[in-house]
């Protein structure tokens, strides 16, 4: 085997696997999606930090990570499911793995587990009137 075309595959296998990440991530910007990084691993580290795209679909904020090959979202978080614990400015070195002029809120989800979503200003004013516009009754820390 010819030692160009084993460098064409590879190549042509690259090529492919940014034009996926691309196209992924121009269709959840299109459908409505703001960027958004996320962190499940919560320590003073500020490691952890994953870069991606979130999208509204109903009472759920589903999540995409940039670098994925996954079809479908990373994470899906419920409304009904959420509670604010914390709002922060971000510290050190998690400012270059966050949208420019992020705010970070850390959630409690049901069942004690805990993540931490930063934004920037325009997308945090979204993401805030999309928390707090469930109907009546649906947060049981809004009543």
Do not use: C, N
């Not at 196209?23 to 320590?43: E, K, W």
């Not at 003073?44 to 991606?52: A, P, Q, R, T, V």
């Not at 614990?85 to 850390?106: F, I, K």
């Amino acid at each position: 085997m010819d030692i160009t075309v084993v460098v064409g595959a590879v190549l042509l296998l690259v090529a492919a696997v940014l034009v996926w990440f691309a196209v992924r991530r121009l269709r959840a910007l299109r459908s409505g999606g703001v960027h958004a990084a996320l962190r499940t691993r919560l320590d003073d580290s500020g490691k952890g930090w994953h870069l991606g795209v979130g999208r509204y679909q109903g009472d759920e904020f589903v999540w995409f990570r940039v670098l994925s090959l996954r079809p479908g979202p990373d994470r899906i978080v419920s409304r009904s499911a959420l509670e604010i614990a914390d709002r922060r400015d971000p510290s050190g070195g998690e400012l270059y793995s966050m949208p420019p002029a992020s705010r970070v809120l850390r959630f409690r989800e049901t069942g004690a587990t805990e993540i931490e979503i930063a934004m920037g200003p325009d997308a945090l004013t979204g993401f805030l009137s999309w928390l707090e516009s469930a109907p009546p009754g649906r947060l049981p820390w809004a009543s």
